[in-house]
């Protein structure tokens, strides 16, 4: 029976995290931890040749200051560390603001005192670091992950040669970074072998095996605590150097050692969105059918790895298009590793969806028109169509002036643009267990991750539910390596790993409970089938004659042992689907560009949870509206180094920004192919349209088409 | 940031001399110099707390307005003497920073404040501010937020301060206490443009400090007003910015002063585009004519090219928008 | 407030003095100057206080109520005194530039960002953290509008949000959701709760004024 799950519940960690009682990991009080401070590389490409400590190491509370002569030679883990090498092992630099040397003082304020005091000297490469320079350099990655950089269906060429209306077009995005509000933060504690590290990471378990591997020591004897994440975004997915370092030289050096990234660190320590071009080579009929598809992008890679993340993958399943050739090119740049970033396929739907909106202009074919009749089937668990048609009403798209330019409210021109949005959720093993105390109370365990989304929230109504108990007679424990595994929350697939598992342990809980019940001389429902037996509120009750009633408290308190239930239940990944449609103004005179307001219509599966289900959407719009007019990471072509790593040139956008009115629509129908419930990953869906609904409301507003992010304002003067 | 001492003198005399002292300079707000330290862009052994200074006040009489040093940004911002008389600075000093920034941060800190150049604030960097003779990486590199007047080969960062520009308009005088006594800087005097010497940012002598500053009131000061433009809503540099006092008499300009932030290496006062319109009707097209004025000798770099026709812009809104411009 | 003048302390015995100090707290004396520089032994009031560079200081701070005195170097800010030398890590530290807000703390009532001041610099001040607002188990109005109006998502903006609209109420910027936006836009939210935040903002501000 669902009581909860699908209602707007509030966060039961709410309490803790308004009152400053939420501990994340650099909040763990650890006796006696020493700080440690990160000396980054200030060249490109190279070697050093020469680093002078001596004057750090005598600094006031430093106790050792390592660098690669001395740093403990490590393993290069595989799977969650993406790097290719590991710094400080030798002398070579591969990129600007890698580790070259890790200062460890009493206090926060010596360490980084004496990092400053530092003397690096380098042989110096001429670095190349932007796509531009290397565009004859791209080259086919071989598959990442089993996944292959070239999709190929049907015969594009042809289809291009033969169609009537054609387009050739080319986007342009700049790196991004992800910048959670909470820095990376590592504390490693070694006690006896055995390594305890409190971190901010979205994977407990990918932390674990990436330790283990590194510092050659048996998994079981790592564990990883992760309570709460001050937003991830996918910084903290995969595993990188300061974690692995900082553990190494706790281990050496015999205490707790902790290392907090500065805001400037994490723009070359934690991947980020590459800079990305594409370009899109579309056929279609006059009607707006697409014929044929050529989707070539180049990505940044490093040369120590061959990683894409930004996907093009929508490009040969959303629409129906007999013909499609993707390729996903990269280039070798003296740049970090790139990793996923909130949204990663957000940088080829930015070109497939504002190529889209060309074509409309170039048929006449109305946006959602256009959309509708390319409109893939892809059987009952996709409602996209319901997307476009709820969103358009809502949004009064139908009363859409057809001409550019042709509205002007005051100073400012108005434009409405809409787009497809979609992503690929993933799915992880996970194991779950559903205890029910003595006290009647219910714990949930599963060593998944809060970032934010509402893990905390509905597992505990899942379990709720699940178990028959009210929400507040729940404890959901996540975010350590004791519990059962799971896996990372990345690629929105914390809710669909999950909740399969923690559902079935939960309804193990409550069988078992029951048995425990009519098996019990002193209960009321002793020798009632079990079958006949429903819980409600805590209570059970025999459904034929529901004066025989227990309670959960009443029978596990009796029994005088809690009752475990663990179940490992694997879910599929799929897609989640949805439409959005933004209006924006742009100032007839100083071209800069405000959203005013959103709608959109997803299509996330069932809705387990309202709330936290428009958060993402209010979150993933705003994030759409960074990567559309505000945020660039800008890094010097000459020497590879960023040069706005900080909150106040690298604009994330403020309150100010945020679109007055966000309306957000469910088709809430549970998806038959998902084992949470019928839930899709929903996350990250709800971002990846925006920035070109954003360029086409422009273009509608202004006739001005721009195909390079940031819109800012210099590309408006109109 | 190194292990610095601290003293927190009760008396101006005290401060002037302590800070007078090599390796020693004033802290007020710190929102400035804690960054600039932390950052390693600057390094100073000693810091004098100036907060006991009795230099808070503002006060108004028939010469003007008198802003004491140690006055905080909101402080004057919502002083309704200022808003009324003022608004220019009210209105800057409203769109700077952010509330928090704004209720800590002191006037005499924000006109020192430096310029927030990428270069500049990263040690890891090549910077001839900082370091002298290393290089200016922004005249070849990214410099999309760089000045495009009174640059030079060796610096084109811009200052910051949406404030200087304020008070650069309405001709306002600085009055310094330093190891020889008082004197009086106008703010057209207090910042130098780079040169060969990019390092030297102001006229200020060591252990100089600010005490006050006195804005002129009257006519012109009661017409002013403050545009700013950037590319996030709020909390935001300037991209460029407008500081526009102008007396029209019978249609006519009867007295004009136009500062700019975003576009110069200092708070940029534009004689020329005020000629251009004094004694003119204030047209369409005499404000054109006062645009080019303005940018005439400009130096666009890659990335900032945008900024002269964007500065034009804004001087035509900032004048069409409170109505002088018809 | 002049028997709160910081007292300068050597490194080497700031030890002893956080031991002297806790008897002279408890028999709310003057707080004793153990081993301190030149000039120290002058009454604390009417000499400027000198701490040389490489010493730390004793200062006094009320935070959420309650005394406490701390020993810092100068160069320790208010936001890592109170994370990591009082324990107090309810308010984050997240760009240690005042450019996040996450660190925004109440100073004698006011919002300031903790990242850019120093500690040495707010001896004597009443300092409100977000620990300190709720009574018991009562939270403060902002709190509950948080959680009422789902205002945050990771929490680690949150702290800062919370005392940020504290005094956002408290200074009248919260007649309009226009004016909430731009008074809240000091502090970033990068989960971009922001419309939730803005809602939050101003039922709190109708239900204090009540
Ligand atoms: C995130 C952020 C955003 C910002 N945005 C803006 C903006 O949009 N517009 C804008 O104009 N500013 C902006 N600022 C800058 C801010 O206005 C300045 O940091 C502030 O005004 C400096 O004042 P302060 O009292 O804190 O100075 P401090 O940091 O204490 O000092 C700055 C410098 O001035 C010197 N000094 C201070 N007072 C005196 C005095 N009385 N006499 C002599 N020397 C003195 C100090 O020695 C130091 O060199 C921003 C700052 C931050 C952190
Ligand atoms: S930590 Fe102080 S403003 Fe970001
Ligand atoms: S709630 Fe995550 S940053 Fe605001």
Redesign the pocket.
């Known amino acids: 029976m669902s009581r909860l799950v699908g209602r707007d519940v509030a966060r039961v960690e709410g309490r803790a995290k308004v009152t400053g009682a939420a501990r994340y990991a650099a909040d763990q009080p650890v006796a006696g931890v020493l700080r440690g401070f990160l000396v980054l590389s200030t060249v490109a490409r190279g070697e050093v040749t020469r680093i002078d400590t001596g004057e750090a190491r005598g600094g006031p509370g430093v106790v050792a200051v390592y660098t690669h002569r001395d740093m403990p030679r490590l393993a290069v883990p595989e799977g969650f560390y993406v790097k290719g090498f590991l710094p400080m092992q030798d002398a070579r630099v591969y990129h600007n603001g890698q580790p070259v040397a890790l200062v460890v003082a009493e206090t926060f304020e010596q360490a980084r005192d004496a990092a400053a005091r530092v003397r690096v000297e380098y042989r110096a490469e001429t670095p190349v670091t932007a796509l531009a320079d290397a565009a004859g350099q791209a080259y086919l990655p071989p598959p990442f992950h089993g996944e292959p950089n070239e999709v190929i269906r049907g015969d594009t060429g042809a289809a291009l040669a033969a169609a009537p209306v054609r387009l050739d077009v080319e986007y342009r995005a700049p790196a991004h970074h992800h910048n959670p509000i909470e820095p990376h933060a590592t504390t490693a504690v070694w006690d006896d072998g055995r390594l305890t590290v409190y971190e901010s990471a979205q994977g407990v378990n990918a932390t674990r095996q990436m330790l283990a591997a590194a510092l050659g020591v048996p998994p079981a004897n790592v564990r990883v605590i992760s309570e709460y994440l001050g937003g991830g975004f996918g910084a903290k997915g995969l595993v990188w150097p300061h974690t692995l370092l900082n553990a190494a030289v706790a281990r050496e050096i015999g205490r707790p050692v902790r290392t907090v990234l500065t805001r400037a660190q994490m723009y070359t320590s934690n991947g980020h969105r590459a800079e990305f071009h594409q370009r899109l080579r579309i056929g279609a009929t006059r009607r707006g059918v697409l014929t044929g598809i050529e989707h070539t992008s180049t990505a940044q890679l490093s040369r120590t790895d061959q990683s894409v993340f930004n996907s093009s993958i929508a490009t040969h399943t959303l629409y129906a298009c007999p013909n499609v050739h993707v390729r996903q090119l990269g280039a070798d740049l003296d740049l970090p590793t790139s990793s996923f970033m909130r949204s990663p396929e957000l940088a080829a739907q930015f070109g497939l969806e504002t190529a889209l909106d060309e074509l409309s202009h170039r048929t006449g074919v109305d946006p959602v028109d256009l959309r509708l009749r390319n409109h893939a089937d892809a059987g009952p668990g996709k409602h996209l169509a319901e997307c476009y048609r709820m969103g358009a009403a809502e949004f009064g798209w139908r009363r859409r002036e057809r001409r550019p330019g042709a509205t002007r409210d005051g100073d400012e021109y108005v434009g409405w643009g809409m787009a497809t949005e979609t992503h690929t959720y993933g799915n992880f093993e996970a194991s779950a267990r559903v205890t029910v105390g003595t006290d009647g109370r219910v714990q949930v365990a599963v060593a998944t991750q809060e970032i934010g989304t509402g893990t905390y929230t509905v597992l505990s109504q899942v379990a709720a539910d699940a178990v028959g108990v009210p929400l507040d007679r729940v404890t959901t424990r996540i975010g350590d390596t004791d519990l059962p595994p799971a896996g990372l929350s990345v690629a929105s697939s914390t809710m669909p790993s999950v909740i399969p598992s923690v559902d079935r342990a939960g309804q193990d809980a409550r069988a078992a409970v029951i048995r425990l019940a009519v098996a019990d001389s002193r209960s009321p429902l002793h020798g009632v089938p079990p079958e006949r037996v429903v819980t409600d509120r805590g209570r059970l009750v025999d459904s034929a004659d529901p004066s025989r009633s227990d309670t959960y408290r009443a029978v596990v308190g009796r029994h005088g042992r809690a009752v475990p239930a663990t179940a490992a239940v694997r879910n599929t990944p799929g897609h989640t689907y949805g439409a959005v449609f933004v209006e924006v103004r742009v100032h007839h005179r100083y071209g800069r560009v405000r959203v005013t307001r959103v709608v959109g219509a997803y299509d996330p599966g069932r809705v387990l949870n309202r709330r936290t289900l428009r958060g993402q959407v209010i979150g993933g719009v705003t994030w759409g509206i960074g990567y559309a007019l505000t945020e660039h990471t800008v890094v010097d072509r000459a020497t590879g180094r960023v040069v706005n790593p900080n909150l106040?040139t690298y604009l994330v956008p403020v309150n100010a920004d945020a679109p007055p009115s966000v309306t957000a629509l469910f088709v809430d129908q549970p998806d038959p192919g998902s084992a949470a419930m019928g839930a899709k990953g929903f996350g990250e869906t709800p971002m990846t349209g925006v920035p070109a609904a954003i360029g086409n409301a422009i273009f509608h507003a202004t006739g001005r088409r721009l195909r390079e992010v940031p819109f800012t304002q210099d590309k408006l003067l109109l | 940031m190194r292990a610095f001492g601290y003293t927190a003198p009760a008396d101006p005399a005290t401060a002037v001399r302590l800070a007078a002292q090599p390796g020693t300079?004033?802290?007020?707000?710190?929102?400035?110099?804690?960054?600039?330290m932390r950052d390693g862009a600057?390094d100073h052994e000693h810091l004098v707390d100036?907060n006991r200074l009795d230099?808070a006040a503002v006060t108004a009489d028939d010469a003007g307005l008198h802003v004491g040093?140690?006055a905080r940004?909101r402080q004057v911002a919502e002083d309704r003497r200022v808003r009324t008389g003022f608004p220019v600075l009210s209105q800057?000093l409203l769109?700077?920073?952010?509330p928090q920034?704004?209720i800590?941060?002191?006037?005499?800190?924000?006109?020192?404040?430096?310029t927030r150049c990428g270069y500049f604030r990263d040690p890891g960097s090549a910077c001839n501010k900082r370091v002298p003779g290393s290089g200016c990486p922004a005249v070849e590199g990214q410099n999309r937020m760089h000045a495009v007047l009174g640059g030079s080969p060796h610096c084109i960062a811009t200052h910051?301060?949406?404030?200087?520009v304020a008070l650069l308009a309405l001709d306002a005088v600085v009055r310094?206490l330093g190891p020889d006594g008082a004197r009086q800087i106008p703010v057209g005097e207090l910042y130098r443009e780079p040169g060969d010497t990019p390092h030297l940012e102001n006229t200020?002598r060591p252990g100089?400090?600010?005490?006050a500053v006195d804005v002129p009131g009257g006519p012109l000061a009661q017409r002013s007003r403050y545009r700013k433009l950037r590319d996030r809503a709020t909390?935001?540099?300037?991209v460029v910015s407008v500081a526009a006092a102008v007396h029209l008499r019978g249609g006519r300009v009867r007295d004009v002063r136009l500062a700019f932030g975003g576009i110069g290496t200092r708070p940029w006062r534009s004689p020329e585009a005020e000629d251009a319109l004094r004694g003119r009707a204030l047209t369409a097209v005499a404000v054109a004519e006062a645009g080019r004025a303005l940018v005439r000798g400009a130096q666009p770099r890659q990335h900032n090219a945008f900024k002269v026709e964007l500065v034009q812009r804004a001087l035509t809104g900032a004048l069409h928008e409170w109505g002088a411009l018809r | 407030m002049s028997e709160e003048e910081p007292v300068p302390v050597r490194r080497r015995t700031v030890l002893k003095v956080a031991t002297a100090a806790g008897t002279a707290a408890a028999a709310g004396a003057a707080v004793p100057v153990t081993g301190a520089a030149e000039g120290a032994t002058a009454p604390a009031a009417t000499v400027p206080p000198t701490v040389p560079a490489g010493a730390s200081v004793e200062i006094t701070l009320s935070v959420n109520g309650a005394r406490r005195r701390v020993a810092v170097e100068p160069r320790v800010t208010l936001l890592d005194a109170l994370r990591d030398r009082i324990g107090l890590t309810g308010t984050k530290k997240g760009c240690d530039?005042?450019?996040c807000g996450a660190c925004t703390v109440l100073a004698d009532g006011e919002r300031i960002?903790s990242c850019?001041t120093l500690a040495v610099m707010r001896q004597g001040s009443r300092i409100t953290t977000v620990e300190g607002l709720a009574r018991g188990d009562d939270l403060h109005p902002v709190q509950a509008a948080f959680i009422r109006h789902d205002a945050f998502q990771c929490g680690g903006c949150t702290p800062g949000q919370i005392m940020s609209a504290v005094a956002c109420i408290a200074e009248g910027h919260d007649g309009s959701d226009d004016e909430v936006r731009e008074w809240m836009s000091g502090n970033l939210c990068r989960c971009a709760a922001y419309q939730n935040i803005v809602a939050a903002v101003r039922d709190a501000g109708r239900e204090m004024r009540g």
Do not use: C, W
């Open positions: 106040s | 300079t004033y802290v007020a707000g710190g929102t400035d110099l804690l960054n600039l600057e100036i230099l040093g140690l940004m800057a769109a700077s920073a952010s920034v704004r800590m941060a002191s006037i005499g800190g924000n006109l020192l404040q430096r910051p301060s949406d404030l200087a310094v200020l100089e400090l600010i005490t909390f935001e540099f300037a | 530039r005042g450019e960002k850019l």
